[in-house]
C-alpha cells in the first residue's frame, strides 16, 4: 500500500534520493580485477562467516553502493543476520575504470565475474542477487543466460526496464524528461571525466574510441537516451548501433530462459516503464514470480505515511529471500 500522501508515481520515484534520510551503513572495500584488466569494486556490509548467506546488491544507472535503497537493502538484510555485498558498476565507486568501456544495462559478464568470485572465495554460503532497475535488467540478463549454472539460490529485481528501446521513449515523456534531463547531466560527466583521464594518461587504450565520441561541446547537445547510447554507450561497448545494444541487452529477451527461483517487484505506474513493456505470464519461466503492484513509482515503493514512511524493498526482498533457505517456515 503506497504512503498516504505518496500515492503519485513522482512523488514515490522522488522521495528515497530527495527527502528520505539516507540510511548509513559501514562499508569494508575489496577490489575484484577483471581478466581484462579493468577491476570493480565490492561493498561489503558485514563479516561472512563459511556458510552464512551473501546478497550480492546490484544499484541501477547513476547510483553506485552509497545509493539510498542499497544502503537501505543492506542494513535490513543485516538485520537478519545476513552479509551482503554491493557491487560498483565500472567506474561508479569514485575511482574511474581503467578501460573505454563502460558499464551499461547489458554488463552480465561483469556480475558474471562477481558471481564466480564470490563462489570461488565462499563456496559454502548461499548468494542471492538483487537488482534495481538498470542492476536488475543485467540480473535479469544474467539469470537467464546462465541458466542452471547461475551459481544463485535465490534473485530479486525491482523495476526493471524490460524493454531498453521503449523505455528509452517513456523517459522522454511528460514529467519523466525530468528523469532524462538528471541521467543526462550524470552520463555526460562520466564521459567526460573519462575522456580527461585517458588524455592524461597514454597507457589506457583505446584513445582514439573516445575522441571519437566527439566534442565534449557536442556531446551536450544530447538530450535523449537514444542519442546518448548510439553515440556513447554502443561503440564504447562492441554494439553496432543504439538497435543492437536494446536488443541484446534487454531483459525481456531472456526471462523465459531463468531457472534460479526469481522475483520481480514492479510497479504499473513505474514512470520509466510503458505498462506494455510489462512482461506477460506467458514470457515467465517457471521458477519466477512477477508481483506487480498498482502504485510504486521507480525504486519508491514507501509504505506507511509522510510522518512514519515504511520501505516496503526492505522488508519484503529480506523476507521472500529467508524464505528460500531449506527448513525456513
Not at 23 to 50: I, K, N, Q, T, Y
Not at 124 to 132: D, F, I, N, R, S
Not at 199 to 225: C, Q, V, W, Y
Request: hydrophobic share 40%; glycine share 8%.
Amino acid at each position: 500500500m503506497a504512503a498516504h500522501g505518496l500515492r503519485n508515481p513522482h512523488l514515490q520515484t522522488l522521495w528515497g534520493p530527495l527527502w528520505r534520510t539516507r540510511p548509513v551503513v559501514e562499508h569494508r572495500r575489496e577490489r575484484l580485477w577483471l581478466a581484462d584488466g579493468d577491476f570493480l569494486d565490492l561493498d561489503w556490509h558485514g563479516a561472512p562467516s563459511s556458510d552464512a548467506p551473501i546478497v550480492l546488491v546490484l544499484h541501477g544507472l547513476t547510483g553506485s553502493s552509497a545509493s539510498h535503497y542499497v544502503a537501505g537493502q543492506q542494513r535490513a538484510l543485516a538485520t537478519q543476520g545476513w552479509t551482503s555485498v554491493a557491487l560498483n558498476w565500472r567506474g561508479c565507486s569514485g575511482e574511474p575504470n581503467l578501460l573505454a568501456r563502460s558499464y551499461h544495462s547489458g554488463a552480465s559478464e561483469d556480475l558474471a565475474a562477481a558471481v564466480a568470485h564470490l563462489r570461488t572465495t565462499h563456496p559454502l554460503a548461499p548468494l542471492y542477487a538483487v537488482g534495481y532497475s538498470l542492476g536488475g535488467n543485467v540480473l535479469l540478463k544474467y539469470l537467464g543466460e546462465s541458466g542452471s549454472e547461475s551459481g544463485l539460490q535465490g534473485a530479486v529485481a525491482v523495476s526493471v526496464p524490460f524493454r531498453l528501446d521503449q523505455c528509452a521513449d517513456r523517459i522522454g515523456q511528460g514529467f519523466s524528461k525530468v528523469y532524462q534531463a538528471h541521467f543526462m547531466r550524470e552520463m555526460l560527466v562520466y564521459v567526460t571525466n573519462k575522456q580527461r583521464q585517458f588524455r592524461h594518461d597514454a597507457r589506457h587504450a583505446p584513445l582514439a574510441t573516445l575522441e571519437n565520441l566527439g566534442s565534449i561541446k557536442s556531446l551536450r547537445k544530447m538530450r535523449t537516451f537514444w542519442e546518448f547510447d548510439d553515440r556513447v554507450t554502443a561503440p564504447l561497448n562492441g554494439y553496432l548501433n543504439v538497435d543492437d545494444y536494446y536488443r541484446r541487452a534487454s531483459s525481456r529477451y531472456f526471462l523465459g530462459a531463468i531457472n534460479t527461483p526469481t522475483l520481480i517487484i514492479h510497479a504499473e505506474d513505474d514512470p520509466f516503464v510503458f505498462k506494455h513493456s510489462i512482461p506477460e505470464a506467458s514470457e515467465l519461466s517457471a521458477c519466477t514470480t512477477l508481483e506487480l503492484h498498482a502504485k510504486g513509482g521507480h525504486v519508491g515503493f514507501v509504505e506507511g505515511s509522510l510522518k512514519t514512511p515504511g520501505y516496503y524493498l526492505e522488508r519484503r526482498i529480506p523476507q521472500w529471500l529467508a524464505a528460500l533457505r531449506p527448513g525456513s517456515a
